[in-house]
């Protein structure tokens, strides 16, 4: 039998859930990286001078870039617009340089803020780890912005915040507690060391 009331209540749930699960930058989305497919998307398609296909992925960033935005209180949507609408590869590989930035750091706040639960830091490390071997490694990037010594330091530090969390050992053996002070300390030197070269 047909109820309105329950029906519009499990609508009102359904959404509210939906509204949570999605609710900022999506840091759990299994597998999916928006920000990462989306720059390998522009920068392929402003090296081709494509810059209706340029402005098409930056439309379906809109959202997580509004979101990053108010997170981690940078200008990001004007200055990407700005610079896909210049077809400025320079400017637009600045802005996604600072956008890898914020979500390494608000990844590894995650990783801190959970540093006892040691596969759910580790998977935060893990995914921070990826934004910065791109950042590490793409010349229009920040791959001809720091020198080796520099890219060995910031290598050094995102393996110290992995090794900082120590080890859940196998069945209690070769157990290792997390270190919060050597995770605090890296975590500071490798966000020093990126915005340094911005």
Request: charged share 20%; with cysteine; net charge negative.
């Amino acid at each position: 039998m047909y109820n309105p009331l329950l029906n519009r209540l499990l609508i009102v749930v359904s959404l509210f859930l939906f509204s949570v699960q999605s609710y900022g930058y999506s840091y759990s989305a299994a597998g999916k990286e928006p920000f990462l497919e989306g720059w390998v998307e522009i920068s392929k398609a402003l090296h081709e001078q494509n810059k209706d296909h340029a402005r098409k992925v930056l439309e379906q960033l809109n959202d997580e870039l509004v979101n990053l935005e108010s997170e981690a209180d940078i200008a990001l949507v004007w200055r990407l617009n700005s610079a896909v609408e210049n077809q400025d590869l320079t400017a637009t590989g600045q802005v996604f340089s600072e956008i890898f930035t914020a979500v390494i750091a608000a990844r590894l706040e995650l990783a801190q803020s959970e540093i006892n639960a040691y596969q759910t830091a580790k998977v935060h490390v893990a995914k921070s780890k990826r934004f910065l071997d791109l950042l590490l490694n793409d010349t229009d990037l920040l791959a001809t912005r720091l020198t080796t010594t520099q890219k060995l330091k910031v290598r050094n530090a995102i393996d110290n915040c992995l090794k900082s969390l120590g080890s859940p050992g196998l069945f209690g053996a070769g157990q290792q507690p997390a270190d919060l002070s050597v995770f605090k300390a890296s975590r500071t030197d490798l966000l020093h060391q990126l915005r340094a070269a911005q």
